[in-house]
């Protein structure tokens, strides 16, 4: 199955805050998760990314959690800044070096 | 260093006109994507270039064209616009080697068919 189901649609956390989105996927041949992160008006930009042979990777105040045998890696963002109010895309690259997208989600943090 | 350029980043047409969206990068990429934005929907290519003078449809061709003029231009045409074109179209291009481990997007066109 070529699909990656991200959740929720949309997120409100107070400022401070942990944000959490998830995304599950099937096709155990996709070897490449990244994390993008888009604000309004713009492209999106590469945020953070992890391979299935890691479980966890941190840069600063983001986290990807990754659990093979689910099938499923989310995005932690701690101590959320209103900075961080942008929609999240997470993806899968496939067997052929595609880029399989989830449906976003809207996170806005309230101050 | 501009990265990657998209012009218009608006438009308008009615029904049946035609358009071309442009797209170019400075970063001597080899790969180069056209996607498009729907609400819900995430982003789905549409067409792609894997280097100059090749390219390949993705998820949701049928409607679009495309031409690689050379390494950094990569064009989107809609030879007959209908409805379901309303979208944001994004271009991205991914460095030599990268195998889609980091794209780079425009600032995208948001087109509106009425």
């Known amino acids: 199955q070529q699909q990656v189901k991200q959740s929720p649609q949309s997120l409100i956390v107070q400022k401070g805050g942990i944000s959490i989105i998830n995304c599950a996927y099937e096709n155990t041949a996709f070897d490449y998760f990244p994390w993008y992160q888009q604000f309004p008006g713009k492209g999106p930009a590469l945020l953070i990314a992890i391979r299935p042979d890691v479980s966890e990777k941190k840069e600063g105040r983001f986290t990807i959690s990754f659990n093979k045998s689910a099938k499923q890696f989310s995005l932690h963002i701690m101590d959320s800044q209103p900075g961080d109010s942008a929609t999240y895309f997470c993806?899968?690259?496939?067997?052929?070096?595609?880029?399989?997208w989830g449906a976003g989600t809207k996170l806005i943090i309230k101050p | 260093n501009a990265g990657v350029t998209q012009t218009p980043k608006f438009q308008v047409l009615k029904t049946g006109q035609s358009m071309t969206l442009q797209c170019a990068q400075d970063m001597n990429h080899n790969s180069m994507y056209w996607y498009r934005q729907d609400p819900g929907m995430g982003l789905r290519l549409i067409y792609y270039s894997a280097s100059e003078g090749t390219t390949d449809k993705g998820e949701v061709p049928n409607g679009y064209n495309v031409s690689r003029l050379n390494k950094r231009e990569f064009s989107l045409r809609l030879e007959s616009a209908a409805p379901s074109q309303t979208s944001v179209y994004f271009c991205a291009s991914t460095a030599p080697g990268q195998t889609n481990e980091k794209l780079f997007f425009g600032s995208g066109t948001q087109l509106s068919v009425l």
């Open positions: 993806a899968a690259r496939d067997s052929n070096y595609q880029l399989i």
